[in-house]
């Protein structure tokens, strides 16, 4: 039993890439470690850095495990004779197998007896096996693009330097890419550049430490916070802790080290945002705040080396930040030069997607779609949405955003505050993107809401109407992160508007300038938020059943979703009563969900007191149904529904449904019809095995 190490020793590898790598290195080997009977009694981990990856293997068996294969010979009527002694067909595939005739086994199979002899095959030393899979585990990693150099017919992230293979100690021997594998290693690029033999992987891990070479990225993360906090308090300051950045930093170095630098004050005077932004995403520094709150005219940089003079690589970090600066206060006053509703126009110049026509076409249509559902839910907001949406995205043709395209709606909202606007609209510009990504925060007022819905409801129509749709494997339009936003921000504005009704709506606008088949796209639109809505309940660990339940019941008003399907977790507690109440529905269901028409009670075509009774209760249950509706007090509506199990027997006990009288007939399954349509404005039912 021994330990594999495994280094791939690559040039620098993108930061977003990294993680990702590791893990799927490890999935990878570890299923292939089980298909080779590899038998691995410790765990498997892998680590990472710009420059390599890694994966250690601990207590693997020094020895494939052995199989037993089941071999089958010919049929036993050929085998044996009447008397039952083997002949010459027996003797010789027991002679082929290496046993004896009396070693020989049988099994039966759809086409007769057989014989068969279960052979073991012995297993092969690990470090063969090894050998011949680990190749193909480093080539089947993932990568979102990779790579071809020299002459080598193989892909890859980044051009592969060397490959260091041990397990227990001696060379797993392979070569990949024209690289040879070995036990030999490379420290830090500047730091600890010679070649380092290794023995196992505790001298290796001993060695790369030493090799200034950090391979866990969270001890870098760590790091990284430490130093950023540390060097924070030397200049009394606050480090703004981008948890994003973080996460990008370490995966850049090998060994960070912090620098700090500052940049000239004038630049305090562009907006806060746009330094942030610029520091982080151009050059991967991290901001400061003073105790107060103000933005600092300091930054703090973390490098992969420990330079000799860390005076002169800050003048370089604060050199390189200044043209930036500079840069962007540029960008600043020459857009303030022309008042943003001006750059609306300029939006006909801009193609949004080939098939659906320019920025501006799209800002219109959404712009009717958000006076829709602000009509319905908020008619006095209506100029104020009106401007919002006008103004929302003119700020794409601004240059500090074609600069730096995550401040679109920062930088809309700042030249609407710089011109004038009320806090309404400027907020309601910013926060239209709102939730940025899963998690975020929503908006904070209807302003944002509406626009923000309108616009991303308007984004999946348009797509899905010329067959873009998600896939399994590919959603490059991000509609799945917009039918997931729209989803929270109904069920938590809790507005007077059902999502069908806005998605009728945006259909219809949406089809004034393309031809598909709205019906069609309809039903597809509604399945994909319904599928989006599951999902985002499925990772709050809600039973599968009761959510299948209700959403399939009705799918309309989504803030009522959440505490139905809360209510029935907590009604099902009473499992009599549950099963009671999924009995009834299902009772019901079973003779009416044949019948294509619907059909009017009428109470003269009542024949026996069971039926009006039935109709008495119904009536009953369905005004205290309206009260409870009004406070969300769904688990009093589960429990009133409950109590129609009792008038609903009494009725199939009393008289036949199904009767030769066909206007009694329809009556009594009007009746019936009644009562269904009444469990499934909450909740199918049918859903549950019982």
């Not at 890694?54 to 009447?82: C, K, N, W």
């Not at 710089?418 to 309601?428: K, V």
């Not at 991303?456 to 998600?470: A, H, K």
């Amino acid at each position: 039993m021994g330990d594999l190490l495994v280094e791939i020793g690559t040039e620098e590898i993108p930061s977003d890439y990294l993680e990702p790598g590791i893990r799927s290195l490890c999935n990878i080997a570890k299923e292939a470690f089980a298909e080779n009977r590899l038998r691995i009694d410790g765990e498997i981990v892998g680590y990472g850095t710009p420059r390599r990856l890694v994966l250690i293997a601990r207590e693997m068996h020094d020895m494939q495990e052995d199989m037993v294969v089941s071999i089958t010979g010919p049929p036993y009527s050929v085998a044996f004779d009447d008397e039952g002694n083997p002949t010459r067909a027996a003797i010789g595939f027991a002679k082929k197998q290496g046993v004896s005739v009396d070693e020989l086994d049988f099994k039966d199979t759809d086409k007769g007896r057989y014989v068969s002899v279960n052979k073991r095959i012995p297993g092969r030393p690990a470090i063969e096996i090894l050998s011949s899979i680990l190749p193909d585990v480093i080539s089947r990693i993932p990568w979102p693009k990779s790579m071809r150099w020299g002459i080598q017919n193989f892909n890859f992230v980044r051009p592969i330097h060397w490959i260091l293979a041990l397990f227990n100690g001696d060379v797993v021997s392979f070569d990949i890419a024209g690289v040879k594998s070995g036990n030999i290693t490379k420290g830090h690029r500047f730091m600890a550049p010679e070649p380092i033999e290794v023995k196992d992987v505790e001298d290796y891990l001993e060695k790369i430490r030493a090799a200034r070479v950090i391979l866990d990225s969270m001890e870098r993360r760590e790091m990284i916070r430490d130093a950023i906090l540390n060097k924070g308090k030397e200049i009394s300051g606050i480090p703004i802790i981008d948890e994003e950045l973080i996460d990008t930093v370490s995966n850049m170095v090998e060994y960070p080290h912090p620098i700090c630098g500052e940049f000239d004050k004038r630049f305090l005077n562009l907006p806060e945002q746009v330094l942030i932004t610029l520091m982080k995403e151009h050059q991967k520094y991290f901001a400061l705040r003073e105790m107060e709150g103000a933005l600092m005219p300091r930054f703090i940089a973390i490098n992969n080396t420990i330079p000799r003079d860390d005076n002169l690589v800050r003048k370089g970090h604060e050199r390189v930040l200044k043209a930036r600066l500079e840069d962007a206060e540029f960008f600043f006053k020459e857009d303030r030069k022309r008042p943003l509703i001006e750059r609306l126009e300029d939006l006909k110049g801009v193609i949004y997607h080939a098939e659906l026509g320019t920025s501006y076409q799209k800002v219109m249509r959404f712009l009717r779609l958000a006076e829709f559902i602000c009509s319905r839910i908020s008619p006095e907001l209506m100029e104020d949405i009106r401007l919002i949406a006008r103004l929302s995205k003119c700020d794409l043709v601004t240059e500090m955003v074609m600069e730096f395209p995550s401040l679109q709606g920062v930088m809309g909202s700042v030249y609407a505050r710089l011109e004038g606007y009320s806090e309404n609209i400027c907020t309601g510009i910013y926060e239209h993107y709102m939730p940025f990504r899963a998690g975020d925060r929503l908006p904070s007022s209807d302003y944002g809401a509406i626009v923000g819905v309108a616009d991303r409801i308007d984004t999946i129509c348009c797509f899905f109407s010329i067959g873009l749709e998600p896939t399994g494997t590919s959603d490059p339009f991000a509609l799945r992160r917009h039918a997931l936003a729209v989803l929270r921000i109904l069920e938590e504005r809790k507005w007077d508007i059902t999502l069908i009704d806005i998605i009728d709506r945006a259909i219809g606008i949406v089809s004034e300038d393309i031809e598909f088949e709205e019906q069609e796209v309809k039903e597809k639109i509604i399945t994909f938020f319904r599928e989006r809505f599951k999902n985002m309940l499925f990772a709050e660990d809600y039973p599968n059943d009761i959510i299948e339940s209700v959403i399939s019941a009705r799918f309309d008003f989504i803030h009522e979703l959440r505490p139905r399907i809360v209510q029935l977790k907590e009604f099902m507690k009473d499992r009599d009563e549950f099963e009671g109440l999924v009995l009834t529905f299902k009772r019901v269901n079973n003779i009416i969900k044949k019948q294509i028409q619907d059909f009017e009670v009428k109470e003269e075509l009542f024949k026996d007191s069971s039926e009006r009774d039935l109709w008495e209760h119904l009536r009953s249950v369905k005004n205290s149904i309206s009260e409870y509706q009004k406070t969300q007090d769904y688990y009093a509506i589960y429990k009133e529904l409950s109590t129609l199990k009792k008038p609903v027997d009494q009725l199939f006990e009393s008289v036949e449904i199904m009767t030769s009288d066909r206007k009694i007939m329809e009556n009594r399954i009007g009746l019936l019809q009644k009562i269904s349509g009444l469990f499934l404005r909450f909740s199918d039912l049918s859903k549950f095995s019982i």
